[in-house]
């Protein structure tokens, strides 16, 4: 593969006057400079730099004050509003500049009794470091161009080539109340000082306005580019193409795609993962070079990557040519397993009393001549994962062509990744819902139960795919999932139509937990007057229909090795003979048979059969709005407007049965934690008829 992007790219100035002078007050001013610099990822990593400003505020008694604002721990640059920064008296702050230390607590501690608001988030690690600063407005990111050569072997001399007396080195040590003293009494004592850079981390600029110290930020990233790129000794990066046989980008995808399902159970031994696969040309260049299987090993390319993307990746190495996908699966699963004992090999030599170990496996995976794929609980984690490794592969391509890349020591590393106040972060994400991480997967998912049925999956936290003959009708179900729901049009019926369903499901989450078999449709005559047409498509919709479905998912869940839920959405039918319904009735029946032999033949692969049979779900529903209404109602002899109060008085209940309903008892099949242990199980939701009692 060709080289496909510079070595070090340069960054755009995007200040616009303009839209700048919309900023009024002083923290307007940071948050519009604090967007520019997030917007760009080769500038800002997601969450990680910092910016603040110091300015004039009124206390909560109306009292004039020196203060400075500074980004809150657990916001992103590029999108935190006016609420995420922490105000602070400035006053209060900087006597702690004459301590000679301070713990991380005592500081924690200190800072939240500075706050205007206690309202306000938490005060960053690194608040200190900008109050230190003798300047208006600081800036700390974590910019490519600058850790390509704070990541380098001797970076300290190619910082000083650079940028001369403008620049300082401060080795490297982990943010807190040292770090902050060393940069502040760095700029305060050199007063020709435009820069600090911090080994192995980032940059520090600051100026007396937010576009001054924005400006700043962009010209010294793009010396630091230029420079990198006339110093180094390749403008090949990663050493060129390895030997490896390179795919065409089709094969690339499918083969990529033809395995995450087996990745997938392979990364989630502790908990379900989604899987978000990357074949960018900057990852093709680096998967297929000749030196990524021993670059990628080396460390993060910034702390701040620690926490989304661990020390190092999980390479798998693979030669298209000679190799299977057997073999693939197979060495991905060695690998994952031996990532897993490294990992905890690491925890045991560096954890202290109290740490609590973090999930073990991978999250970021690399298959050599394939691509990347990035791991977590949640669609949004994967996809940090996978935008900080691109940061990281930039930073490797450059530190290794300029000298050689470094990072962190193991022991560096631990200290950042179980670090309580980067952990805070974490915890301020939202509560997991019960079915975080899981994909499901769900058919006739336009109509009134399958809608229903969406709906309680998602708000579990499931991300669902939803498949019906009618598209439109799937893509309205989940079009208030953004990302996290997918649809796909298809019949049941067609064996090529379900193998794209379940592909659909891997290539967007990387494989499947529930499925849900919903699709159905209903016919009413004497048996008499059924057509042979009229028998068949019943048993083509509800018998071969939900084989064909529960098929795919055994040859999905099974390469997983995870286990998985199957729910059938069967009806009260498949117990009890009603009139004129023989070809529905018995198509409902060996829907419920089917399940039975499953649940015997998916139990060794802990996969759960079970079946929730409705009765007479009027509402929202395409069945009953059709022909099927006004058969049932000759069938009883009633008017069809009397059909739902007939319905109602034959239960027990005296209820009626509402798509809610159904899918609260889907949900529960759905759910290991509610249903772990249950499987081959019938739960009738029918407001009681007692023709349908199981016995």
């Not at 001399?157 to 300082?168: Q, R, T, V, Y």
């Not at 010294?220 to 790129?229: K, S």
């Not at 029946?589 to 009765?615: F, M, Q």
């Not at 009027?618 to 049932?632: M, Y």
């Amino acid at each position: 593969m060709s080289v496909t992007t510079e070595l070090v790219a340069a960054v755009p100035d995007e200040w616009d006057e303009t839209a700048a002078a919309q900023a009024q007050t002083t923290l307007e001013q940071v948050l519009y400079a604090s967007h520019l610099l997030g917007a760009n990822r080769a500038l800002a990593n997601f969450g990680g730099g910092n910016t603040s400003a110091k300015g004039t505020a009124v206390d909560h008694v109306g009292r004039e004050l020196s203060a400075i604002w500074v980004k809150g721990s657990g916001s992103d640059l590029a999108t935190m509003s006016a609420r995420d920064f922490t105000p602070l008296r400035l006053d209060e702050v900087l006597p702690l500049f004459e301590h000679g230390e301070m713990s991380d607590e005592a500081m924690v501690a200190h800072l939240a009794r500075c706050q205007l608001d206690p309202a306000a988030p938490r005060s960053s690690i690194e608040t200190l470091l900008h109050a230190f600063i003798p300047a208006a407005h600081v800036h700390h990111t974590h910019p490519d161009a600058i850790n390509v050569l704070a990541c380098a072997r001797d970076g300290r001399e190619l910082i000083a080539e650079c940028f001369g007396d403008a620049a300082a080195w401060v080795e490297y040590i982990r943010p807190g109340f040292t770090l902050a003293r060393q940069v502040g009494t760095a700029v305060r004592e050199r007063p020709e000082l435009e820069l600090v850079v911090l080994a192995k981390h980032g940059l520090v600029v600051w100026g007396d306005s937010a576009r001054a110290a924005y400006e700043r930020t962009v010209s010294v990233c793009n010396r630091a580019a230029g420079f990198a790129n006339a110093r180094a000794s390749s403008a090949t990066r990663f050493g060129g193409p390895g030997r490896a046989r390179q795919l065409d980008p089709d094969a690339r995808r499918r083969t990529l795609a033809a395995v995450l399902p087996a990745l997938r159970g392979a990364v989630s031994s502790a908990r379900s993962k989604i899987l978000v696969a990357d074949v960018s040309p900057a990852v093709c260049e680096l998967v297929d070079s000749a030196q990524a299987a021993t670059l990628t090993q080396v460390g993060a390319a910034c702390p701040d990557h620690l926490v989304h993307t661990k020390v190092v990746p999980l390479w798998i190495p693979f030669d298209p040519a000679g190799e299977d996908l057997d073999a693939l699966k197979a060495r991905i699963a060695a690998g994952a397993q031996g990532y897993r004992d490294d990992y905890l090999r690491y925890f045991a030599e560096h954890a202290a009393e109290g740490d609590v170990i973090a999930d073990p496996d991978a999250r970021v995976v690399l298959i050599q001549g394939l691509g990347l794929v990035a791991v977590a609980p949640t669609l949004k984690g994967a996809r940090i994962s996978r935008d900080l490794y691109h940061r990281a592969i930039e930073v490797m391509a450059g530190a290794s062509a300029v000298t050689e890349f470094v990072s962190l020591s193991a022991a560096e590393s631990f200290a950042v990744e179980y670090w309580p106040l980067e952990l805070y972060k974490l915890s301020l994400a939202p509560t997991p819902g019960e079915l975080q991480g899981k994909v499901a997967l769900v058919t006739g998912a336009a109509g009134g139960i399958g809608r229903a049925v969406v709906d309680a999956l998602a708000g579990a936290g499931a991300a669902v795919v939803a498949f019906d003959i009618d598209g439109a009708g799937a893509a309205e179900s989940v079009a208030a999932l953004g990302d996290l729901g997918v649809s796909v049009a298809g019949d049941v019926t067609s064996e090529s139509s379900v193998a794209d369903a379940f592909a659909r499901a891997a290539e967007a989450f990387g494989g499947v937990d529930i499925v849900v078999s919903n699709a159905g449709i209903a016919s009413s005559a004497p048996v008499a007057e059924t057509t042979l047409a009229e028998w068949e498509r019943n048993q083509s919709v509800l018998a071969t229909g939900y084989f064909l479905v529960a098929r795919e998912a055994f040859r999905m869940l099974q390469q997983q090795q995870t286990g998985g839920s199957i729910v059938f959405v069967a009806s009260k039918n498949a117990l009890v003979a009603g009139p004129d319904a023989s070809a529905y009735s018995t198509a409902k029946a060996a829907e419920l048979h089917l399940a039975r032999c499953l649940a015997a033949e998916g139990g060794s692969a802990k996969i759960r059969v079970n079946t929730v049979n409705p009765d007479a779900v009027l509402q929202g529903s395409r069945i009953w709005d059709s022909s099927w209404r006004n058969e049932r109602a000759d069938a009883y002899g009633i008017a069809p407007d009397k059909l739902e109060e007939h319905y109602r008085r034959r239960t027990v209940l005296g209820v009626n049965v509402l798509p809610d309903d159904i899918a609260q008892a889907v949900l529960h099949f759905a759910s290991p934690a509610r249903s772990g242990k249950s499987t081959g199980n019938v739960l009738n939701v029918d407001g009681g008829v007692t023709a349908a009692f199981p016995r």
